[in-house]
């Protein structure tokens, strides 16, 4: 197990121009996800790029206790290992309590950390300790150098993979801005550095409900400009979800990149990343200048 996982790691880290953690915010059924799974598998195929497939099976930090929130681990876990092997794709896929860790680690390739879990020391050991990737996104709340912290507690549990994500830094109560400088500074965890750049766009609890109430809105029209950032900047990974019918997507819906366009996109992103120098760092020589 161990050695498969370093050895998917390691094929991310060298992924050139980015590797991509894609797919549905949740599982809405079988049917459903597998379809996706192979219309993204066919453009990552197409264009040349690492693909990890990427649903949830329980969204359990949803705005409200009245919305959607999955099929639940034991019929989710069932769904994304059909999609693994109809579709020889590795998985990624969260979790939100250390009890989950051993049957994920079981299906999933790489563990994702939730954005609001991201120092739990006890969850980051109990998936540490399943041998495979895991990757921590960096919580709304918190500074670049938390994740330097997070990637330490991971290896310290025994396991070298480690990834952080960036998605976003609260501003104000129902926003978020991304800074561009976290991409950078973020390098300083050691390890392969991802753009989360849907969730990037979520604006918290920022859409009231007829009949009362709130949910999470989003600005899904800026997520190329993020996108573009963040491959500019230099990033080893692109996280992002990707819906057909995003209108109707029961989670997260105002942030998922329409299907129809992803190809165009990324097609786009890998022009951007193959004229970038942002993975090599500039070396500035400040010694005095003489024309």
Not at 141 to 148: A, D, E, L
Not at 253 to 276: C, D, F, K, N, Y
């Amino acid at each position: 197990m161990a050695d498969s996982s370093s050895l998917l790691y390691n094929q991310l880290k060298v992924a050139e121009p980015f590797f991509l953690l894609a797919g549905p915010n949740v599982i809405e059924s079988e049917e459903h996800v597998l379809r996706m799974a192979k219309s993204i598998k066919d453009i990552a195929t197409k264009l040349g790029l690492p693909l990890v497939f990427k649903s949830s099976f329980d969204k359990a930090n949803r705005t409200s206790s009245k919305s959607f929130r999955g099929p639940g681990m034991a019929e989710g876990l069932k769904i994304l290992e059909k999609v693994k092997v109809a579709y020889d794709l590795p998985i990624v896929t969260d979790v939100h309590e250390s009890s989950q860790c051993e049957a994920v680690g079981k299906v999933a390739d790489i563990i994702q950390i939730p954005a609001f879990l991201c120092r739990q020391t006890d969850l980051l050991v109990a998936a540490a300790q399943t041998g495979k990737i895991i990757n921590i996104k960096k919580g709304q709340f918190c500074g670049h150098s938390v994740m330097r912290n997070s990637a330490e507690k991971v290896r310290l549990a025994g396991n070298p993979n480690v990834m952080v994500c960036e998605r976003g830094t609260m501003f104000g109560y129902n926003d978020l801005i991304v800074d561009p400088r976290n991409l950078e500074w973020m390098r300083e965890a050691d390890c392969p550095v991802v753009a989360d750049i849907t969730h990037s766009l979520q604006q918290p609890a920022g859409k009231k409900l007829d009949g009362g109430g709130v949910a999470s809105g989003g600005l899904r029209e800026l997520i190329p400009c993020i996108a573009r950032t963040a491959v500019a900047v230099g990033v080893d990974g692109i996280f992002m979800e990707v819906h057909d019918d995003p209108l109707s997507a029961p989670v997260d819906g105002p942030t998922q990149w329409p299907l129809r366009h992803l190809e165009e996109l990324l097609e786009e992103l890998i022009a951007i990343a193959s004229v970038s120098k942002g993975k090599h760092q500039f070396q500035i020589d400040l010694t005095p200048y003489r024309d």
